[in-house]
């Protein structure tokens, strides 16, 4: 038996580690978390200097977390010494703290210790061993610090939003700041104002070739503007801003001789960018391989737990991927730099190692993300890869080989020529060597803007100066100012990065979350505001501006970090966020009172009385409502954009399919009970069809949650029956729990035939037994006679006398003991008998009864 008891997080964690450790340690898997605040109750108590009540997440929460636990107990009880493995970081600590609450026995008393190691291979794995710790409290004080002030915004604000708007939203301390960037892009977007510009461009030959362009630069002393513009003029700028100032510049300039006033070339230098942090792989995997923020942390997981690559068995590829330090171990840095003059050559390998600054506040215990072995090069493993994990390892084998090589060098020329009072400028670029560019080039957020002079890619002709210029063509090029993009994934990262909101580990959550929440939705990539999210972020922000805006949210982050280097205690921190959103609190809730729920204008109008349509907000998501409402009651779902998902592109999350489903809407066939539209709608059980004559007709398709298709019922088909109401033909349709018979009539006439046993009702004696389906499809007999008699069964009455007391009909059920029996419900009696046996002849009643029990 094992000795020692080591606990981590996943199951593909443990498999790794398990095989480094030897025979002496037993590795097994916490799955996350095993504690945490409970759902149903706030769980901290402000009073009691914000105590927070931590309870074992239920099986409901977190799938069979009992018997989890209950496993790594009697691991412990049967073990030495307990080693706690989590993850290097806040979350890691808090989950060994959590650990070593709940599975470590009290007695007898046995040693528990922390180990850490930012990567996943032998020798980090031993050395890890060999100096084992104790928890971590400062990161423990400032994952709860963290853990509280989530659970306290959301559980004082989000009653908030249900009063106001409806339904069961929520707010997010930094979610909320997320969805107000992309709203408040939004309206910048909205109210841009566009400015014309108009830029001039000579083609010109000189004595040698290449024909080159040049950009008017300047009129006299008068730089000519491109951009900015949003600014006043300065007194050395001047704007060409319409066809006709340009046609006149034109016109004039194309009589002038074009003389070379001067060439510049200069040697510039690009350096190698750093290994990769946390975001920055996220950004780059978003522009280079079109990865999601949480697909590309799904994917590093897998490299970082380990991958099996053959003889070696299940590795570790990557270090830790939550991490914000540029930091290299020695080691790892010797073995790159023998790497890159083994495979490159001297020119490639710079005299010292390069080292990056790594900003204010970063945890430098960690490392940047790099493979844990640079010799593991991404061919060598590619055929124990999956695609997306052999893309996302060459981008960070790459970007760590780059970063320790050579700059690139670029000889950078300029040559500016003289037109009478114009002065035209043309810029260009050469590569002498390509350094790290022969490994790595970073990918761009967005294209450059008019007029930048980053022309690598341009050669110009060797010109001297006074040379004169042939002109071949003068070109006027109007342009229009842009508003600024709408964030993409990658760049609201980088937004949230440069404004210190949110941290490694937080980064993919917020994505994910004001997407889930329908605050935000991505189309062709790029981040759009809902309404509902404009109108959640309008009604925060206007009651907890100092709460919810990036400056106080930074802040925050900032006190997490002094909590965590045990600069700052953490309680202090709660009372110091407290006392302002206490006050903030009960402004809201009193405004609230005298306020009526929301609710969003659209384009949109009622089929049924042309009133204007408004999105209002209910238990289950937001929905058209018509304003007339309560004269009229008609409601159907949001009908969506055209989505990433629809068009093929996109990650398929649950808000894009939902989307995609509303385009389809138009094409959905009517309803076949009564002929009118088929609108979308959503209830508890998620999306479905329903016919707009509700409540007249409350015909429903289901919708396939899977494939998002519905199956649209067979035509009625006509009986010889006619209906005793009005004298119509009787016709068989399929309804949502099976065929039924009804008038061809229907809405308008709600006969329905209901199927009969044929037996007498013997509570009432006026109505007959009848099958019938409950709301979940369970199969009953009840009265035909209902509501005026509500006699019910739930086995099957059958019309067969009881031989034993003479009860008017038996009853029929089957058992996986008994199998089909038919049975005497008369007290006293206890008559049963097998169908099978009764069906048979040939044996004595004797033989086939069953004795009552």
């Known amino acids: 038996m094992a000795k020692n008891l080591v606990i981590v997080e996943s199951p593909a964690k443990a498999k790794t580690i398990n095989k480094y450790l030897g025979s002496d340690y037993k590795v097994l898997a916490s799955i996350g978390h095993i504690k945490d605040l409970p759902t149903k109750e706030l769980g901290v108590d402000v009073e009691n200097n914000f105590e927070p009540v931590y309870e074992v997440i239920p099986d409901a929460k977190k799938r069979n977390n009992r018997k989890v636990v209950a496993d790594l107990k009697k691991a412990a009880r049967e073990s030495e010494a307990i080693f706690l493995a989590a993850d290097p970081d806040r979350e890691g600590e808090a989950i060994c703290q959590h650990l070593a609450e709940e599975i470590v026995p009290k007695r007898p008393a046995k040693p528990v210790f922390r180990v850490m190691f930012n990567e996943i291979t032998k020798n980090a794995i031993k050395d890890a061993f060999k100096e084992p710790k104790q ?11 963290r853990r509280v002030l989530d659970r306290l915004v959301g559980y004082k604000v989000s009653p908030i939003l249900w009063k106001t708007i409806g339904g069961k939203l929520s707010a997010g301390r930094v979610q909320t700041v997320a969805v107000r960037l992309v709203v408040e892009r939004e309206r910048e977007i909205e109210n841009f104002v566009q400015t014309e510009y108009w830029t001039i461009i000579a083609n010109l030959s000189a004595a040698l070739p290449p024909k080159f362009d040049a950009r008017l630069y300047k009129i006299e002393e008068l730089t000519v503007k491109t951009s900015g513009f949003d600014q006043d003029l300065k007194k050395t700028e001047t704007h060409i801003k319409d066809e006709a100032t340009a046609r006149s510049i034109v016109e004039e300039a194309e009589k002038q001789d074009y003389v070379v006033e001067s060439v510049t070339t200069k040697e510039r230098k690009r350096n190698a960018t750093p290994p990769f942090i946390t975001s920055k792989l996220q950004q780059e995997a978003a522009r ?11 994917v590093a997981q897998k490299l970082y737990e380990g991958v099996d690559v053959g003889r070696e068995g299940a590795v570790g590829l990557i270090t830790y991927m939550r991490t914000d330090s540029t930091r290299v171990s020695d080691a790892a840095l010797a073995d790159v730099r023998d790497f890159i003059g083994g495979s490159f050559g001297p020119n490639y390998l710079p005299a010292k190692p390069n080292f990056y600054k790594t900003k204010g506040g970063a945890q430098d215990a960690h490392e940047a993300i790099r493979p844990t072995d640079v010799n593991r090069t991404p061919e060598s493993v590619r055929g124990h890869l999956s695609p997306d994990e052999y893309r996302l390892y060459r981008l960070i084998w790459q970007r760590f080989v780059a970063s320790q090589m050579t700059p690139a060098v670029f000889d950078q020329t300029t040559i500016d020529i003289r037109a009478g009072r114009f002065l035209f400028r043309a810029t260009g670029s050469v590569q002498k060597f390509d350094g790290f560019l022969k490994v790595y080039q970073e990918g761009r957020d967005e294209k450059p803007v008019e007029g930048d002079d980053d022309d690598e890619e341009k050669t110009l002709p060797k010109v001297e100066k006074g040379e004169r210029l042939k002109l071949n063509k003068l070109t006027p090029e109007q342009h229009f ?34 997407q889930d929440r329908e605050y935000v ?25 100092d709460i919810f805006n990036t400056a106080y949210t930074a802040r925050m982050e900032d006190q997490l970090d002094e909590i965590e280097e045990g600069k700052l205690d953490w309680r202090d921190a709660m009372r110091g966020f407290y006392d302002k959103f206490a ?8 405004s609230i009172k005298t306020k009526k729920k929301v609710a969003i204008p659209t384009d949109e109008t009622c089929e049924k009385c042309g009133s204007p349509m408004v999105i209002k907000f209910g238990r289950f998501g937001q929905f058209l409502a018509c304003q007339n409402y309560p004269e009229c009651k008609t409601t159907r779902e949001v009908g969506g954009k055209k989505t990433d998902a629809a068009a093929g592109r996109g990650d398929g999350s649950e808000s894009e399919i939902r989307n995609s489903k509303s385009e389809i809407e138009s094409e959905v066939p009517p309803c076949e009970l009564c002929g009118r539209e088929m609108a979308l709608k959503k209830g508890r059980f998620g999306s479905f069809y329903g016919c707009t004559g509700y409540p007249e007709c409350k015909n429903i398709r289901k919708i396939d949650k899977k494939s998002g298709e519905t199956k649209t019922a067979p035509p009625p088909v006509e009986l010889d029956e006619i209906c005793p109401k009005d004298g119509a033909r009787l016709v068989v349709r399929q309804g949502r729990f099976g065929e039924f018979t009804s008038c061809s009539n229907y809405p308008k006439c709600d006969y329905i035939k209901r199927e009969t046993t044929g037996i007498k009702c013997p509570k009432c004696g006026k109505g007959e037994i009848a099958v019938k389906k409950s709301k979940r499809g369970k199969v009953f007999y009840g009265c035909s006679n209902y509501p005026k008699c509500d006699e019910v069964y739930w086995d099957k009455p059958v019309a067969e006398p009881c031989p034993q007391c003479a009860a008017p009909f038996l009853f029929e059920k089957t058992t996986k003991r008994e199998g089909t029996i038919r049975y005497c419900q008369t007290e006293g009696c206890g008559y049963k008998i097998s169908v099978a046996d009764a069906e048979t002849t040939t044996k004595p009643e004797s033989e086939v009864l069953i004795p009552a029990k």
């Not at 280079?288 to 799904?298: E, Q």
């Not at 990539?525 to 501006?545: E, I, K, Q």
């Open 135 to 145: 928890v971590n409290q400062n990161l423990v004080d400032a994952q709860q610090a």
């Open 288 to 298: 280079k391989l079109g990865f999601s923020v949480k697909k590309t942390m799904s």
């Open 481 to 514: 100012t842009e508003p600024p993009p709408r964030y993409t994934e990658a760049t609201l990262v980088k937004a949230l990065e440069e404004k210190g909101i949110g941290r490694p580990s937080t980064y993919a959550a917020i994505m994910t979350t004001i």
């Open 521 to 545: 939705e991505r189309l062709e990539g790029r981040f759009h505001p809902t309404p509902l999210g404009a109108t959640v972020n309008d009604l925060l922000v206007a009651s907890f501006d």
């Open 583 to 590: 006050t903030d609190l009960k402004r809201a809730e009193e």
